[in-house]
């Protein structure tokens, strides 16, 4: 059933090359005791090596089940070794980690029994080397008898059919010597025991078959077998493989016995991780400020049509950053360089026509809580002090003038009511009037107040305000045909004076709300809608309208119309018609702002790039550019972090490394037991593994601690509460991380460790 053939066997150290084995043929019974006898430096230990699988031989052919093993591979090897072969060493060779149940039960473990099996013949085999009571005991804590005891019952619990002791009694005291050997010699019963020793008194009172060596050759054989003899047995061979379950066992228990150094490891790469989430929740914690605070206050801030709109959009403010940056700053070439204009890159000319109005006439009214229009349309209005007289106001002397429409059923404007105080007075937009914005401190332009009708004065009353009567003057009052030419009537008295002319007053006095300041900081004067109407209404049947309708030249100049002129344009200017040169929407809130921009998106849907209608979003730039700054902020820590998450994979490279060298014994203990090289990788994988983890929950529970007094820090410095928040998912993320780079980092130690030659791993200490 096995049969060497012709077996040599050389070591080359440098230049010397040992013959430890020379042309060696044997062949072994299914059943008996051979004992090989030789002197130290015979090649024993060489041959034993061979028989189990554990070293290769150079030449000739080791014939098992009548088959040879000249093209086993790794597997077949390792199967061999796990299933067919028990190891018996004179230095026992157990893992000093694991306790003396688990040790046995190795082998079992690697060819995939299953638990309670596996015990049960473990303990099984304790009890038949009479250790049935030291099972939960570690290796270190028994004698060296015992030990060996434990080495048999482990060489035993798999039932191989070859048992190989290589000395196992050269350590031990006479009286263990004799126990250790009896015990071989009722295995050797029914089984095949090969054992080594240079001791002849052993191997006469023992085996059954004496063969001796001598510098590598056979000499002797007191029973070689005869050629008619029948040997015909099989032996059978299954495959091993070891789970990630046993290796993370395997390495949990040995990394027990460095908890210290474990410990020390994982915090020390731990630190990267705690930048990175630091800086995460950070930024996180700042991103939720920024929407919160855009929910809060910029979510009511006004979505701007204007007839001249600023694409804000990212790409546009990438653009005018990438246009500062590309090209170098104080060149020394004497040339001038050409640069995109500012209009075709970010400017865009909206034209708002009365469809589009229309248009934003429908959008939902439980998404907006106010809309107003700034209108082309001009008023006439004269207004009278004591000092400086009559004076006419309208859009060339710079009355501004915004519509105001009701969105309420009282004819007020939600809006108004949300983001405005009413200081004095009523609003009421159904009736032609004023409002006046007064800004956080009260004031008004000097400019605006003149065209109320006061003079230069340093304050005025609230009543005096609302007590103030103007006129609106209409275009068949004010306009006077001569021959063929239209000209405005220049006596004011007379105007402002005439029945026909409608008296306004300042409805109401508002201020922004507090906490609205950035919204409503300036002042301004509005008119409502009710105002507009009367207007357009009126002077649409004025007869220098009807005329100008007409005819084809500007009935103002009596000339042809210029190039900038249109008859709409003449008409709007005669208050015949409003054009919105720009749309003021107020969302309700964050989610009706959301609806009111893809209502906007839609129309310009399908629509070319000319034709669309762009809006600003005041609140959306805010956020986007602090936003924007924010991600540019954490990805430069970041990196800052990464440097040293990097340095410390290199650290557990190394640590690891130190762990193979630490562990070559146990690498050559689980080779000899049938460990697969995958295996091996797996044990040194599986401790890369628990130090990742362990290092990301480090990293992560130190974050969270951190986070206290780091968040007491930023109270007292922003009185924003609670800022920095990690996030569960970037948590999660930061611990595959820290796992991926230990891994990574133990990857090449562990391929190093399973490529380690087992006999050389069995010899060292
Ligand atoms: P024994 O077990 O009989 O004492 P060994 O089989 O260990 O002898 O060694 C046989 C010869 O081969 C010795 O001369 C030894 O020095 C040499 N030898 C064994 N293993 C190696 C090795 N890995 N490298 C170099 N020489 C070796
Ligand atoms: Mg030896």
């Known amino acids: 059933m096995l049969k060497l053939k012709k077996i040599n066997k050389s070591y080359k150290t440098g230049e010397f090359k040992q013959h430890a084995l020379k042309d060696v043929t044997i062949e072994f019974r299914k ?14 230990t060489t041959l034993l090596n061979i028989i189990g699988g554990l070293d290769r031989y150079d030449n000739g052919d080791l014939i098992i089940n009548n088959q040879s093993t000249k093209e086993f591979d790794d597997s077949n090897w390792d199967a061999y070794r796990n299933n067919c072969i028990g190891f018996i060493f004179q230095s026992y060779n157990l893992i000093n980690h694991i306790s003396i149940l688990e040790n046995v039960e190795m082998s079992l473990t690697l060819s995939g029994v299953d638990k309670k099996e596996k015990k049960q013949r473990a303990i099984e085999a304790l009890t038949k080397v009479g250790l049935k ?23 035993l619990v798999n039932n191989p059919e070859i048992i190989l002791a290589d000395e196992p009694t050269g350590a031990l005291d006479t009286k263990t010597s004799k126990q250790i050997m009896d015990l071989i010699k009722e295995i050797a019963q029914d089984k095949l025991v090969i054992m080594v020793t240079h001791n002849p008194e052993l191997a006469k009172n023992y085996a059954t078959r004496i063969i001796e060596f001598k510098d590598g050759s056979l000499i002797s054989d007191s029973k070689p077998i005869k050629k008619k003899e029948k040997n015909k047995e099989e032996i059978h061979i299954k495959k091993t493989s070891m789970n990630f379950l046993t290796a993370l066992n395997l390495s949990f228990n040995n ?7 474990t410990a020390l490891t994982a915090f020390a790469s731990s630190i990267g991780i705690i930048g990175i989430a630091l800086i995460l929740s950070l930024s996180n914690g700042f991103d939720i400020q920024i929407d919160k605070f855009e929910r809060e206050t910029l979510s009511q801030s006004p979505i701007i049509i204007s007839e001249q709109a600023m694409s804000m959009s990212e790409e546009n403010i990438a653009k005018v950053i990438e246009d500062n940056n590309n090209l170098e700053k104080y060149p020394t070439d004497k040339k001038v360089f050409v640069q995109d204009d500012l209009e075709t890159t970010m400017m865009h000319t909206n034209n708002i026509s009365n469809e589009y109005v ?143 002319s409608i008296t306004i007053k300042v409805q109401a006095i508002i201020r922004g709300k507090e906490d609205k300041e950035i919204l409503t900081s300036t002042s301004a004067i509005a008119y409502t809608n009710a105002l507009t109407d009367i207007v357009i209404e009126n002077n649409k049947g004025s007869s220098i309208v009807n005329d100008q309708k007409e005819s084809d030249y500007n009935v103002l100049t009596n000339q042809p119309f210029t190039e900038d002129e249109t008859k709409e344009t003449i008409l709007s200017y005669l208050g015949a018609e409003t054009t919105p040169v720009a749309i003021y929407i107020y969302p309700k809130d964050f989610e ?6 893809s209502y906007l998106d839609k129309y310009n849907e ?15 730039m805010v956020s986007s550019l602090t936003g924007n700054i924010m991600n540019a902020v954490t990805i430069v820590l970041i990196s800052f972090s990464a440097i040293s998450l990097i340095v410390s994979s290199i650290m557990i490279g190394i640590i690891t490394y130190i762990s193979v060298l630490e562990r070559t014994k146990e690498i050559g203990i689980l080779r000899a037991l049938g460990a697969r090289k995958k295996d091996i990788t797996r044990v040194f994988n599986a401790e890369t593994f628990i130090i990742g983890l362990v290092s990301g929950i480090i990293g992560i529970l130190i974050t969270c601690i ?60």
């Open 31 to 44: 059943n008996e005791f051979v004992a090989i006898l030789g002197p130290s430096g015979s090649g024993k």
């Open 133 to 155: 009571s030291h099972i939960h005991k570690k290796p270190n804590q028994l004698s060296g008898g015992q030990m060996q005891r434990v080495a048999i019952a482990r060489s």
């Open 255 to 261: 990394i027990k016995t460095k908890k210290g150094r």
């Open 358 to 500: 229309d248009y934003i006439k429908k959008i939902s009214q439980k998404d907006i809580s106010g809309i107003s229009y700034q209108t082309a349309t001009n008023f006439n209005i004269i207004n009278y002090n004591e000092e400086t007289g009559y004076q006419l106001v309208n859009s060339t002397t710079g009355l501004m003038p915004w519509t105001l429409i009701p969105t309420k059923e009282d004819n007020t404007s939600e809006m108004l009511e949300t983001n405005y105080d009413v200081l004095a007075g009523e609003i009421d937009t159904s009736s032609p009037g004023l409002i006046l914005q007064v800004d956080p401190k009260n004031r008004v332009y000097a400019s605006t107040l003149k065209q109320l009708g006061f003079t230069s004065e340093d304050e005025v009353d609230f009543e005096d305000i609302l007590n103030k009567e103007l006129k609106l003057v209409l275009n068949d009052d004010y306009y006077k045909k001569v021959n063929e030419f239209y000209i405005p009537n220049q006596d004011l008295e007379a105007l402002y004076n005439n029945e026909n």
């Open 592 to 597: 009706s702002k959301d609806n009111i921009i």
């Open 606 to 620: 399908k629509k070319e790039e000319k034709d669309t209608i762009q809006y600003t979003d005041m609140a959306q």
């Open 706 to 765: 951190l986070l206290v007094p780091a968040n007491i820090l930023l109270e007292n410095l922003t009185n924003l509460e609670n800022v920095a928040q990690l996030n569960p998912l970037h948590a999660l993320i930061l611990m595959i991380v820290s796992i991926s780079l230990t891994l990574i980092g133990g990857f090449i130690p562990a391929k190093l460790a399973s490529k380690k030659d087992p006999v050389e791993a069995l010899r060292t200490e």
